[in-house]
């Protein structure tokens, strides 16, 4: 089976962590956009993302969808990056209940899942405590 359509059309931002910069007014899409919410502009560059940041939010999850089962309970936390930039990712490599506001994070290219009955794995990031 061939990797399912919409995972194929978001590798270069799970794979390179590839942003969207607008040309005209340099506002940074993560995922990217066709279209400028700030300016309307229509051109824009691609930027790769840090890999550092720090915890702004999190939650635990107890209850995951059923591909994620074998996780739980696990931690997803909003990450700020800078620059008014925030990327949602699984927190991995520390227990659940350790994870604190303000921690440092580093984006690490990981395993997300495997697609059904087809067995094809998905790739992209996580963030692992950076110590």
Not at 5 to 12: D, H, L, Q, S, T
Not at 52 to 77: L, Q, R, Y
Not at 102 to 118: H, I, N, V, W
Request: hydrophobic share 35%; charged share 25%; proline share 8%.
């Amino acid at each position: 089976m061939l990797t399912p359509p919409k995972y194929w059309r978001e590798i270069p931002q799970r794979y390179r962590l590839e942003a969207a910069k607008c040309a005209q007014c340099g506002k940074v899409f993560f995922p990217p956009r066709l279209i400028c919410d700030a300016c309307k502009g229509e051109e824009f560059e691609t930027v790769v993302l840090p890999r550092e940041g720090k915890i702004v939010s999190f939650t635990e999850v107890h209850t995951p969808a059923s591909n994620f089962s074998d996780e739980a309970p696990f931690a997803v936390g909003i990450i700020d990056l800078g620059n008014e930039l925030t990327i949602l990712a699984q927190i991995v490599d520390c227990d659940p209940g350790e994870v604190k506001i303000g921690a440092p994070m580093r984006l690490e290219f990981r395993k997300l899942q495997k697609d059904g009955e087809s067995g094809v794995l998905c790739y992209g990031y996580k963030a692992v405590p950076a110590r």
